[in-house]
């Protein structure tokens, strides 16, 4: 059948005949359709769609209701018509519909295509519609694809309608991609008809995306050429996106998207390659950047031949970009670029000494390249040794064949020229480029030969050579730095370590690490070491460490430099060797004979290499027993004797103990649920229960029983509370505590009442632990209650005690309920709120008052010993938030009385560093005026932390601060000159270097008073403040050339 | 910079850095005065970008800070550059930036002397002339161009 443009019957027909008409029906909607097609009202659609979604009419009966207006001979009637329809389609659930009726209205639609170009795009529209139906039969695409190419000018339309016909692609792809192939080169041909002259970034990004797919599914043989220009037109990408672009279409998507299109056939090869080049000779840097990154896209997907053809132009553009040294980013693009194509060309070349085919080629390439490096590599005192070198090492590192060229050719000119430069720069600047050429051949070179090969007539040399710039008196620090860099890449070098060598080196490393000073070097020493022992792991342990040890051993000075340095070496190389030293130091640690500074030094190497143990799951439960029980049966029992000789030991001192809980804080939490609950009950068992079986120890005093919970034990019992808060508060939240009530009441009395500082202040913390992971329950609301009824009435808040006496005992107090608040705004406990106003109320206090701001900042921070989501606490989400807010109005009411205004501005000191930014953002209007208020106060040396704070808002630029610069320039810069405290003066300094970055309108008015002012600043007695004086007026000066240039 | 193809020196020495100056006790007390020293204005300088280079003065040796004289008392501060080679035609701008940096950091009680390391320039004493002309000096920053170009000179390098 053939449908004539302006006839409209034959559509009727077709519908009448398809969806058998229901005359009743069809009269339903007449009124809403004619309202809408003579155009007044829009509303019409939703309701339609609402009674055929929820089934009381269906879509025959509205198709066949739109027939007078189909059929009109108006062309402006038949479009609206159409596009009512249109709106009704596009608006239906995505499975509505099923195959035949989608059928019937795509022969429609498409028919509709050939009617008058006014109704095209509503057609489009309905066609879009139809491909979004879940149930489209794929054998309908080609006919929707074939009216689409055959009938619609799609450059002539609108952006929107043009984005149609592409969605319409889109969704046709992803539906029926084999029913499309069937139509071959026509569909492919049609594609590019239709984006062919494309401008709007918004279409070209989904084209991009859609382009790869067509590209790689369909025979684009005979339109190869074609369709590159229709692509490659687009290259490099010149788009800035307007300000504010809504659709966030920015130039390095459109770069990306376009790359993937390039980069997505080796048939683009002979065509793209060429236009790179053409790129890469550009002055643009964004254009060179751009071709740089298209060729590491394309270099794995191209044909080795074709990219072996313009290997020779690659290397002499990228060359040329590290020699020029325009740009960090550009040199390091360049580099990679160069790596990528060697890669890419090396690939099925086993090795370079057969001289057939494409190995040729690439042996000549790099012949021709180290030929070119040569002069250059022997002047080790120019710049472009630098350039140089670089690229030799991206091509070493690209491949085996490039590596073995390249460092065999290389590795002993370098060599040579170190032994004729004897400076000290020279010799750095070689040093480094040896070891980074031999790091990149640790992945490619595997044979002895080629190791041979390579360090050739230096192989007898090379490591004497290497260690002459190790010698005590020879160079300066940095020499040395640099020959451990290069040793170390040495010593992994098989054919060079024989036996002899071996001890020489030991020798000289162990040497090293005793007798440097200087920190860099031995750290560079203990990277060595490291690379040594993973090589040489026995030899290492018999004799460098083996040495160390003995050092530590006899307790010399710099004993404890060297334990930091063992441990590092052990954790770089091995779990093996980590044990043994872990196992060494818990002897040393066991001895009561070793003061309590030795002990401190052995406790801390020990956290270092349980944090690095316990990291592997299948060593904590050898860590519990060889670590963790060890350490608790050794303070038990020192406790054990009587207070006089607990004294004398160092298990007994508190920074030991301390010392010791930072070990249990580090295994404890990594725990499974199994092995915790174990360690759980037996500490309760031990502590609270004073039952000792678990540790094989009996309490030999029986005058003294051992129950350090207990508020009435002695002194060094009750501190053990230390080694016990990092077990219970540290433990995952599912594990069940026994004993629990009874644990947190002993340690509320303990951190109420305990007159030692220690034990009270752990106790509290471990209060809070545990208060915050306890399931909610009458246990946890009676111990709050107590703690209540414990600290704020009778300790705090009773005014009737009298003061001196009991200062500490209210700080402890003042303590234990900060910890108690934390513990429970951070799970948004019901109480929290309660707890939280009293301390809030304290801040007018007249005792405890001036201590609360501070407090305020402990409930925001993030500790490290207690309640931090490392150690499994319970943190919920915006807990931040709820503090500040509620501790807001009783700061700012706190402004309005005389006397307390310091004390305010402390308190917001102390909260505003840790208020998340948004929240910060969002609350700072009413807070700047009072910040900047705070400035001019008579003493500004408490307000160092609010410059701080101002600094990094200055930086954004908010509206609220910005409105406030005309007042605050001038206080600031009267605080520069602020003789009392040079860190106000710097403070206020970089303050006034971040207003530059206010909007120019409003900053440039001010330049001339701010150069001026800050001159007389420069003359400072300070030198750091000279130099952020110098810094800030820099950037005053500059302000007025933007605007000039 | 417009003249990358044909750069005066292409492959120009370079030497080492010094490392950022270590903050001693002294200088964080607020009641000692700390002297402005030759370190102290050769840190002002030995930043400044090379106009040709990627690189700065210090690492190709055009400042040292031997060749720095501060007389803080005496309110002088003498600075003396040695160009590349000898017929450098950036001398002059490098010599402009010196003391463009000087002027902007350095209290204005210095008085402040520019001059090419004698022997070292083929026209060593037209471009010490120009230097320190005072006016001459000022014409020049009036020009935009020479202006920015001397910026980009000054602006610290990430």
């Known amino acids: 059948m053939s449908w004539s443009v302006h006839s409209a019957k034959p559509y009727r027909l077709c519908i009448i005949h398809i969806f058998c008409l229901d005359k009743m029906a069809a009269t339903m909607w007449t009124e809403i359709i004619e309202n809408y097609v003579r155009g007044e009202q829009k509303e019409g659609v939703t309701s339609i769609t609402a009674e055929i979604t929820n089934g009381q009419q269906t879509v025959e009966n509205f198709v066949d209701s739109m027939g007078t207006y189909l059929m009109s001979t108006e062309t402006r009637i038949r479009a609206k018509g159409v596009e009512l329809m249109s709106e009704v389609l596009t608006s239906l659930p995505r499975a509505f519909l099923n195959q035949q009726q989608i059928q019937v209205l795509i022969e429609f639609l498409c028919a509709r295509l050939l009617d008058h170009h006014s109704i095209t795009q509503h057609t489009l529209k309905g066609l879009l519609a139809m491909s979004s139906q879940s149930s489209f039969p794929p054998s309908s695409s080609v006919q929707v694809m074939t009216a689409i190419f055959k009938e619609v000018q799609v450059q002539t339309m609108l952006q929107v309608d043009r984005r149609t016909v592409y969605n319409i692609v889109v969704n046709l792809l992803r539906i029926s991609l084999t029913e499309l192939q069937g139509m071959g080169s026509e569909f492919v041909l049609g594609l590019l008809h239709a984006m062919d002259g494309e401008k709007d970034p918004r279409n070209l990004i989904l084209l991009f995306n859609i382009l790869p797919t067509v590209i790689n599914n369909f025979k684009i043989d005979m339109f190869i050429e074609e369709t590159f220009e229709v692509v490659a037109c687009y290259y490099p990408v010149d788009f800035h996106p307007p300000p504010n672009d809504p659709y966030g279409i920015s130039r390095e998507k459109l770069a990306l998207s376009l790359k993937t299109c390039l980069s997505s056939t080796p048939k683009f090869a002979q065509f793209c390659l060429p236009m790179v080049m053409e790129k890469l000779s550009s002055d643009l840097q964004t254009a060179r950047l751009d071709s740089y990154q298209l060729l590491q896209a394309c270099a794995p997907v191209y044909s080795q031949g074709d990219m072996m053809s313009y290997i020779e132009a690659i290397w002499s553009y990228c060359r040329k970009e590290l020699m020029v040294g325009a740009s960090v980013e550009l040199d390091q693009e360049a580099v990679k670029t160069l790596g990528a194509v060697v890669k890419a060309v090396s690939t099925g070349i086993q090795s370079t000494s057969s001289g057939g085919g494409g190995d040729g080629d690439l042996n000549s390439f790099l012949r021709n390249i180290l030929t070119e490096c040569r002069q250059h590599l022997c002047e080790p005192d120019h710049r472009m040794i630098h350039p140089c070198s670089k690229l030799l090492v991206a091509v070493a590192t690209a491949s085996y064949p490039a590596c073995i060229v390249v460092l065999k050719y290389s590795v002993p000119i370098l060599l040579d020229q170190f032994h004729i430069f004897d400076q000290t720069r020279e010799r750095m600047v070689l040093l480094d480029i040896i070891q980074r050429l031999l790091h990149s051949g640790h992945d490619h070179i595997k044979e002895a030969d080629d190791w041979r090969a390579i360090h050739a007539h230096h192989l007898d040399t090379v490591v004497t050579t290497v260690l002459s710039t190790l010698a005590k008196d020879q160079g300066v620090p940095d020499l040395r730095k640099a020959g451990l860099g290069t040793l170390g890449e040495l010593v992994q070098v098989p054919v060079l370590m024989d036996q002899s060598r071996l001890e020489l080196v030991g020798q000289e490393l162990t040497r090293i690490l005793l007798e440097e000073a200087n920190v860099d070097v031995r750290c560079e020493c203990i990277k060595t070491v490291s690379c040594f022992a993973s090589r040489h792991t026995e030899f290492v342990k018999s004799t460098i460490l083996t040495t160390l040890w003995t050092t530590v051993q006899k307790g010399e000075s710099g004993y404890q430099r060297i334990v930091v340095d063992m441990a590092t070496i052990v954790t770089n190389t091995s779990d093996d060797l980590s044990r043994s030293l872990t196992s060494e130091l818990m002897v040393e640690i066991a001895k009561t004979e070793l003061n309590s500074e030795q002990h401190l030094v052995y406790l801390a190497t020990l956290n270092t290499l349980t944090a690095h143990l316990s990291s592997t799951p299948s060593n904590l439960e050898s860590l519990l027993s060889s670590v963790v029980h060890p350490l608790m049966k050794m303070v038990v029992s020192a406790t054990l004797q009587s207070s006089v000789e607990a004294g004398n030991n160092p298990h007994c001192c508190g920074e030991v103990l301390v010392a010791m809980a930072e070990v249990f804080r580090t295994v404890v939490p990594k725990l499974d649920t199994s092995m915790g609950s174990k360690l759980c009950q037996c500490a309760v068992d031990v502590f609270l229960h004073g039952n000792l079986t678990s540790l094989e120890l009996t309490n030999p005093n029986t005058s003294v029983p051992f129950s350090p919970l207990d508020p009435r034990a002695p002194v060094h019992q009750t501190q053990l509370v230390t080694v016990l808060q990092p077990i219970v508060c540290s433990l995952r939240r599912d594990i069940h505590m026994p004993s629990s009530k009874q644990l947190m009441s002993s340690l509320l009395h303990i951190a109420a009442h305990s007159r030692a500082w220690l034990a009270s202040t752990w106790a509290a913390k471990g209060l809070a632990g545990v208060v915050n992971k306890h399931p909610a329950g009458s246990a946890l609301d009676e111990v709050l209650v107590e703690a209540e009824v414990l600290v704020e009435a009778e300790s705090l808040l009773g005014q009737a005690m009298s003061s001196g006496q009991e200062g500490p005992v209210k700080q402890q107090a003042l303590m234990a309920w900060v910890l108690l608040t934390k513990a429970l705004v951070m799970r948004s406990h019901p109480k929290a709120t309660t707890f939280l106003t009293t301390l809030l109320r304290l801040l007018e206090d007249a005792e405890l008052g001036a201590q609360v701001p501070q407090t305020l900042g402990m409930l925001l921070e993030d500790m490290g010993d207690v309640l931090s989501e490392g150690l499994h606490a319970d943190v919920k989400i915006m807990y931040k938030q709820r503090v500040f807010l509620q501790a807001l109005p009783f700061v700012m009411a706190l402004f309005n009385k005389d006397d307390l205004q310091t004390r305010a501005i402390t308190a917001l000191c102390h909260l505003l560093p840790s208020i998340p930014r948004p929240v910060l953002l969002a609350e700072l209007p009413p807070i700047i005026p009072r910040l900047v208020q705070s400035l001019r106060v008579t003493d500004p040396r408490p307000t160092l932390p609010i410059l701080d704070i101002l600094e990094s808002l200055l930086e954004e630029t908010l509206p609220s601060l910005v409105d406030q610069a005309d007042t605050l320039l001038p206080t600031l810069l009267e605080l520069s000159a602020y003789q009392a405290s040079m860190k106000v003066r710097i403070a206020s300094l970089k303050c006034v270097g971040a207003i530059t970055s206010f909007p120019h309108h409003l900053v440039y008015p001010h330049q001339e008073t701010v150069v001026r002012s800050l001159a007389p600043r420069l003359d400072d007695k300070k030198r750091l403040v000279r130099q952020e004086a110098g810094k800030a007026r820099t950037k005053w000066i500059l302000l007025q050339q933007d605007t000039k240039g | ?158």
């Open chain 2, 1 to 158: 910079m417009s003249g990358r193809e044909e750069l005066d020196n292409v492959n120009p020495t370079i030497h080492g850095k010094l490392g950022e100056r270590h903050i001693l006790p002294t200088e964080e007390d607020d009641d000692v005065a700390d002297a402005i020293d030759t370190r102290e204005v050769f840190d002002l300088i030995r930043n400044i970008n090379d106009p040709e280079h990627p690189l700065t003065l210090e690492e190709l040796n055009v400042v040292q800070q031997a060749e720095v004289e501060v007389d803080d008392p005496g309110n002088v501060v003498k600075v003396t550059f040695t160009p590349t080679i000898p017929h450098c035609s950036m001398a002059t701008l490098i010599g402009l930036a010196i003391r463009v940096k000087l002027i902007r950091s350095l209290p204005s009680r210095f008085k402040v002397d520019i001059n090419i390391k004698p022997g070292t320039h083929v026209s060593e004493n037209a471009v010490n002339k120009q230097l320190a002309d005072k006016e001459r000096v000022a014409a020049a920053l009036e020009n935009n161009h020479l202006l920015e170009v001397v910026n980009q000179c000054l602006t610290q390098r990430d």
